[in-house]
């Protein structure tokens, strides 16, 4: 352990991680159901929350606003108007019975360096802009990032013909919201606008607590495929088809997720896959289910690696399919390849975190993050702050108050130390 105390807090500092953790409950208490935290893309919680940090945004000292793919966006100006800016931010979307730090902890704490230096009248040479990503986790229309595919400028226009699992389509949810789904192009942001885009998060992995340290440098946020998958076969009498002359598609979607599974699993090189969503038709008893959906996501910890796993594992499907006479539709949906972050970002993140007395320590991610976008137009940075037991995407998911507060004063001493790529 290095001179401080890795769980000790500051007596100065407790009223920052106190204020962290209270808004994240706040934000945590706007969903869908109350029981299981859900904060759905362009939702009436989605519009809550947007509102609410608004508030937070512009009572920190920012000017702040909604752009148009329902992202939001606050700035503090430099020590003159219009300079280019140190991006901040994290998205506040969730999974479905989410854990509440996944995302709001870095928007949050980033807010709050901000209303730290708007409180001290402290202007710096450069902007700071902070940013709540309105869709990183891509539950609602089963592709990712669309929040910061819109500022990064690599919005997939095609992507507004998805439909979430209702049949509503991404144009339609848009334009409900009150968003003009033939604007998006004006959230993007030109690579001159930004010094940096820089990310607290936290780890979602056990990786800093076995290593008894709050916050990390993180070197690269691993790559991912996500595919969605749609066997077709005959529904029938549950009573009077024979087995052999079934071509029921749930038991055939239940041999491909079993074969993904075992094809990850004796995988030795850190390879992991998911099948999260599965949907069955018609869903009922006595009916063999004719159709049926699901997801499937693969993450390696090389692009190269998980390409070829991808490929064997659509053979393997493939295969399956055939044999069992169903028809197979494969898409993929999601496909983001691994982004390093800037050693010149990681060296400031260094310094942050021995400014603060931690020993510093590196690691990877093996989630994604709105970096994956950012990347096209901005070099990117980022901290992780240690959750406990490694949990996330579960309610269980929990971040210490003086980790919190570790993060917020890492992130802090990252910006007032800021220096830009020498070259920009
Ligand atoms: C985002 O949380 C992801 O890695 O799926
Ligand atoms: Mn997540
Ligand atoms: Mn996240």
């Not at 990064?152 to 507004?160: H, I, K, M, N, V």
């Not at 896959?273 to 006595?286: E, F, K, L, W």
Request: charge should be negative; glycine fraction near 10%; proline fraction near 5%.
């Amino acid at each position: 352990m290095t001179k401080m105390d890795a769980e000790s807090v500051r007596p100065d500092t407790l009223s920052r991680g106190d204020e962290i953790v209270s808004r994240i409950n706040q934000l945590a208490a706007i969903s869908e159901t109350p029981a299981h935290l859900a904060r759905i893309f362009l939702t009436r919680e989605h519009r809550a929350a947007a509102e609410l940090i608004l508030t937070w945004m512009r009572s920190a000292g920012m000017a702040a606003h909604l752009d148009p793919i329902g992202n939001v966006c606050g700035r503090y100006e430099g020590d003159r108007p219009s300079l280019p800016c140190l991006m901040l931010g994290s998205h506040y979307d969730t999974v479905r019975d989410a854990g509440k730090w996944d995302g709001p902890l870095g928007l949050i704490t980033a807010i709050s360096c901000v209303a730290e230096l708007s409180k001290r009248a402290r202007r710096l040479p450069f902007a700071i802009e902070v940013i709540g990503f309105a869709d990183e986790e891509g539950v609602r229309f089963a592709s990712t990032l669309l929040g910061s595919r819109a500022v990064a400028g690599t919005f997939d226009e095609s992507a507004l013909g998805a439909k979430d699992t209702a049949g509503i389509s991404l144009r339609e949810a848009l334009t409900e919201f009150g968003l003009d789904p033939g604007h998006i192009g004006a959230a993007a942001r030109a690579r001159r606008e930004l010094l940096a885009y820089v990310e607290l998060h936290i780890e979602q992995g056990p990786v800093l607590e076995a290593e008894s340290l709050p916050v990390g440098v993180v070197t690269a946020i691993a790559g991912a495929t996500r595919l969605a998958a749609r066997l077709t076969g005959m529904a029938g009498h549950a009573g009077t088809v024979p087995m052999p002359l079934r071509r029921d598609a749930l038991a055939g979607a239940a041999e491909c997720i079993g074969a993904i599974e075992e094809f990850c699993r004796t995988d030795e090189g850190g390879l992991v896959g998911t099948v999260g969503y599965i949907h069955a038709m018609p869903g009922a008893t006595n009916v063999i289910p004719g159709q049926v959906s699901f997801t499937i996501d693969i993450r390696a910890p090389t692009d190269a690696h998980r390409k070829r796993a991808v490929t064997d594992i659509v053979r393997q499907i493939e295969a399956i399919a055939k044999r069992r006479k169903l028809a197979l539709q494969l898409d993929v949906t999601h496909e983001n390849r691994t982004v390093p972050c800037a050693p010149w970002l990681q060296q400031q993140v260094a310094e942050a975190i021995a400014a603060e007395g931690y020993r510093v320590f590196e690691l990877p991610s093996g989630a994604g993050h709105d970096g994956m976008a950012m990347i096209d137009i901005a070099d990117v940075g980022m901290v992780f702050v240690r959750c406990r037991g490694g949990i996330s995407h579960h309610p269980d998911e929990h971040v210490d108050l003086a980790d919190a507060d570790a993060g917020a004063r890492v992130l802090l001493r990252l910006i007032e130390n800021f220096r830009p790529r020498s070259g920009t």
